[in-house]
Structures are given as C-alpha cells and as structure tokens.
C-alpha cells in the first residue's frame, strides 16, 4: 500500500500549491490514499467546510489537523459529519468532531489517527496514554495506521516515534513546518519523520508574513500575524506499507518548490 502525507497546508499559496502538485503526485507515486494537515488551510487559521470539500474533491482522502482546529467556527458546523477529517484525539472527553478514522479507497483502508504534543502547547490529555487506546481498538479493524503527531518538542516527537514502533505503520510529525531529515524506518517497523514541513509561501517565516514576525521578535510587542504571498514550496512524504503486516517498507521525502519542481 502506498500512501502519501503532505505537510501543514497554510492559506490560499498553499491550497495553491496542493492544487498544482497533486497531478505531479498522483503520476509519479501512484499512491492508494493521500493524507494532509488542514489545520492551517483557512488563511492560516483553522478549516472551512468549503476548503475541504475543494481538497477532497481534488484527491485527498483525508485532513488531520491540530491546535488551530477551533480557528475557524465553520468547522462546528461540519466536523461531526465529516468522517474524513480527524482532530486531536487527546481533546478532553465531548469535544466535537473525532480523533481517528478508518478510510477506504478501492478495497483497501488505512486507518488515520490524530494526536496532539503537551510540551510547549496548551495542556491536554495525555497523547502516549490515548495513543495505546485507540491502536488497540484500531488494530482489530486494520494494521494499516498512521499516526499525525502534532507537536512542538522534537524530543515529544521522537519518543512518540518510539513508544508506536512496531504498533502503527507510520508516526509522521507536523507543526512546526519545517521538514526534518530524519526520516527512517524504526527497528520494528513504524516508519518515522519529526516533521513533514508545509506547504506555502516559501519566503515568509513559516508561511507567515516576515515582518510581523521580525517586529515580534524584534519588540516583543503584540502583532498580528497574516499569511504571506508569493512563491510555494510544498513538503511531503511518501510511504509505502506492506499489505499484510502494515509495516513500513520505505518512506521518502517529498520537496518541490514553484517554478523550480522537475519530476519524472
């Protein structure tokens, strides 16, 4: 089984960007579901019930999000019904919406979990603790499960890596938006990265507009952030998964920048 994750999707140049590339996917890794971070589709903030339908529409079979998932209060009125979109599963008991689902495309499924970090972000239930439960429950419907860890710490996000090896076919990190070069295939089979990275405006800082940002940094004042414009650049990762064990067999980087990206 093939599948392919694509990063934390950020304002209008990254729905640009999904747009462009997923043609140039589809061609060249064949892959049998398309998984992508929505979290930040909406302007940089949340989800709208349009935006997803445009993404599902295109090829995606289904969108994790994050700590921005409440951003946007479209989302109340769609996320219950929407079985293809997964928010943190360590969201306190009640909260709308669902954190794991089972999705099906051409007779096979993939199961998609998503988990939000503690460390550096607003305190949740505990992700490792949630993450044995519903793998347990999982494992009984499918082997094949990915895990979205969205988290801050890269030590939170490693350990995570760890404490699923063997258990889930993949723990692929999001957040923070920059693409890490760790990508591996752990002892018992998990396939891992820290963080898959975005796609968006490629000269902003981390898809936001640089001088909001530097005037922060710079002041420490309040400012408002707003997505930047310009170039995209898109990050991904490819997996492929052994049909019966769900084990990962290969995980491989996806890069491409606008106006520069060659693919065979």
Not at 71 to 79: G, R, W
Not at 125 to 132: G, L, M
Request: with cysteine; charged share 25%.
């Amino acid at each position: 089984m093939k599948v392919v994750f694509i990063g934390d999707i950020v304002g209008s140049v990254g729905r640009k960007a999904v747009k462009e590339m997923l043609p140039i996917i589809k061609k060249k890794w064949s892959p049998d579901f398309i998984i992508a971070n929505g979290e930040n589709a909406a302007a940089g903030r949340g989800i709208t019930k349009q935006i997803a339908k445009d993404l599902f529409e295109q090829g995606i079979h289904g969108i994790t999000m994050g700590n921005h998932t409440w951003d946007n209060k479209d989302i109340f009125d769609f996320i219950d019904e929407e079985s293809r979109m997964v928010r943190p599963a360590n969201f306190p008991e009640g909260t709308p919406g669902r954190g794991a689902a089972v999705l099906k495309s051409e007779g096979k499924e993939l199961a998609i979990i998503n988990l939000q970090g503690r460390t550096f972000l607003p305190p949740l239930d505990c992700p490792f603790a949630k993450a044995e439960v519903l793998v347990k429950q999982i494992t009984k419907k499918t082997k094949h499960i990915l895990v979205d860890f969205h988290a801050e710490a890269t030590s939170e996000k490693i350990a995570m890596g760890w404490h699923l090896d063997g258990k889930v076919s993949a723990v692929v990190g999001t957040h923070t938006h920059v693409q890490s070069h760790d990508e591996r295939i752990l002892p018992l089979g998990t396939a891992y990265i820290t963080d898959v990275g975005m796609v968006g405006p490629r000269d902003g800082i981390l898809g936001m507009e640089r001088s909001a940002v530097l005037q922060k940094f710079r002041t420490q004042l309040p400012v408002r952030f707003n997505v930047d414009e310009g170039k995209w650049h898109f990050h991904a990762v490819f997996i492929e998964l052994h049909p019966q064990s769900g084990l990962s067999q290969r995980i491989e980087l996806i890069r491409s920048y606008e106006d520069q990206f060659i693919m065979e």
